[in-house]
């Protein structure tokens, strides 16, 4: 049997959607406000789910607790009150939009995880706003 289970955590981080290669006009016009040279902040909600088999021994698909911690360690502990684009490495080469972001923690979470188990991750960037990523399609 094939079940879903997921964690769900927040981070607060501050990002520029900026390229310095792009004139301020064309930064402005593709960007709008999230180009503010001072920064701006979101509140992010993030869902990570694994979908896999439920494991006859302990009824799991994957223990959420397990799951909880290495949220917390790969990607709360990185991202959580930082400057995005000033405080992460990951960011330093890539402008820090919501698509980009979820990409880098399914980046982060994936080496962790058995093989066997795919993951999504769904991130909130306002209540209305968000992105989901699978990871990179195969076939």
Not at 8 to 36: I, M, Q, T
Request: charged letters at 25%; glycine letters at 4%; hydrophobic letters at 35%.
């Amino acid at each position: 049997m094939i079940a879903t289970v997921g964690r769900k955590a927040h981070f607060n981080a501050a990002h520029r959607l900026y390229r310095p290669d792009w004139s301020d006009a064309r930064n402005e016009s593709v960007f709008g406000k999230c180009n503010n040279p001072n920064y701006h902040g979101h509140n992010y909600e993030l869902i990570a789910e694994l979908t896999g088999p439920i494991d006859p021994e302990t009824g799991y698909v994957f223990d959420i607790k397990h799951l909880s911690d290495l949220i917390e360690r790969e990607v709360e502990a990185r991202f959580d009150h930082k400057n995005l684009n000033l405080d992460c490495p990951e960011f330093a080469q890539l402008i820090p939009s919501a698509e980009h972001i979820a990409q880098v923690i399914w980046n982060l979470l994936r080496p962790h995880l058995p093989i066997n188990l795919q993951l999504k991750i769904t991130l909130y960037e306002t209540p209305r706003n968000f992105v989901v990523y699978k990871g990179e399609q195969t076939h």
